[in-house]
């Protein structure tokens, strides 16, 4: 297979974040669509985690490192935990519309740091397993694009409701090309695989960072939400993209 043709197959993954954010900016009823998206990615993700990040971890360390995969998901857990400290600050309680747009810059910001580490890590992962079988880093493509439209769509609704917009235009910028850097980082190195360290490492430490994102900034969104409906249709929907997905694989 030719590293040039899996190469460029992780720049089309980034298209489909492009296309979901592209669709957000012409989405009315922004407040009720994010509340939407917020539910929709709470759900995707935890699905991801659980069903993709989870199980690939543990096989790629398998259970005689078992206590590697648990080192490296706590340590991604407290890198992001730091990264929080950093990124300007949130509320737990809003009220105001400038503590909102805030609140959503915040979870945004933090959405993008690690959607783009993750995508880093899934553009290698793709660029690797569509160099040694075609079929099978297309399937594994397509379904990685269908959940990154809806993804797409969560970070151009939450810049467009953003109190910072500009702060989150060359973030957005590099989640774009992200999948397609995590390609280039082995086509420029030359390599053909990767260890099973190394990948269950790199997938261990986004695990930790998603639970993070998941947990202590999506599932406070979620609770107080005030369009109930939307919630459950976004829970709803992120379950059966999922699954979808699981078609590809």
Same mark, same amino acid.
């Given at each position: 297979?030719?590293?040039?043709?899996?190469?460029?197959?992780? *720049?089309?993954?980034?298209? $489909?974040?492009?296309?979901?954010?592209?669709?957000?900016?012409?989405?009315?009823?922004?407040?009720?669509?994010? =509340?939407?998206?917020?539910?929709?990615?709470?759900?995707?993700?935890?699905? /991801? +985690?659980?069903?993709?990040?989870?199980?690939?971890?543990?096989?790629? $360390?398998?259970?005689?490192?078992?206590?590697?995969?648990?080192? *490296?998901?706590?340590?991604?857990?407290?890198?992001?935990?730091?990264?929080?400290?950093?990124?300007?600050?949130?509320? =737990?309680?809003?009220?105001?519309?400038?503590?909102?747009?805030?609140?959503?810059?915040?979870?945004?910001?933090?959405?993008?740091?690690?959607?783009?580490?993750?995508?880093?890590?899934?553009?290698?992962?793709? &660029?690797?397993?569509?160099?040694?079988?075609?079929?099978?880093?297309? +399937?594994?493509?397509? #379904?990685?694009?269908?959940?990154?439209?809806?993804? #797409?769509?969560?970070?151009?609704?939450?810049?467009?409701?953003?109190?910072?917009?500009?702060?989150?235009?060359?973030? +957005?910028?590099? /989640?774009?090309?992200?999948?397609?850097?995590?390609?280039?980082?082995?086509?420029?190195?030359?390599?053909?695989?990767?260890?099973?360290?190394? +990948?269950?490492?790199?997938?261990?430490?986004?695990?930790?960072?998603?639970?993070?994102?998941?947990?202590?900034?999506?599932?406070?969104?979620?609770?107080?939400?005030?369009?109930? =409906?939307?919630?459950? &249709?976004?829970?709803?929907?992120?379950?059966?993209? *999922?699954?979808?997905?699981?078609?590809?694989?």
């Amino acid at each position: 297979m030719s590293p040039n043709l899996s190469l460029f197959i992780t *720049f089309l993954l980034g298209l $489909f974040l492009v296309v979901g954010i592209i669709f957000s900016f012409f989405l009315n009823k922004k407040r009720r669509v994010l =509340d939407y998206i917020f539910a929709l990615a709470f759900s995707l993700l935890i699905m /991801l +985690m659980i069903f993709d990040l989870l199980k690939e971890s543990l096989e790629t $360390f398998g259970f005689g490192k078992l206590y590697l995969f648990i080192i *490296f998901a706590l340590l991604g857990f407290l890198i992001f935990k730091i990264l929080d400290q950093f990124i300007p600050d949130h509320h =737990d309680h809003v009220k105001s519309s400038k503590e909102i747009k805030e609140n959503i810059h915040h979870i945004g910001l933090l959405s993008i740091i690690v959607l783009i580490i993750h995508n880093i890590i899934e553009g290698m992962a793709i &660029y690797f397993v569509t160099l040694s079988d075609l079929s099978l880093g297309l +399937m594994m493509s397509i #379904g990685v694009g269908i959940h990154n439209l809806p993804l #797409g769509v969560m970070i151009g609704s939450v810049y467009s409701e953003s109190s910072e917009k500009k702060s989150l235009t060359i973030p +957005m910028i590099l /989640l774009s090309i992200s999948t397609f850097l995590g390609g280039l980082i082995p086509f420029l190195l030359k390599l053909t695989s990767a260890s099973n360290i190394f +990948m269950g490492v790199l997938l261990s430490l986004v695990l930790g960072m998603l639970f993070y994102l998941v947990f202590f900034e999506l599932l406070p969104k979620v609770k107080d939400t005030k369009n109930r =409906d939307m919630t459950i &249709y976004g829970l709803v929907s992120g379950v059966l993209i *999922f699954l979808l997905t699981l078609f590809f694989d």
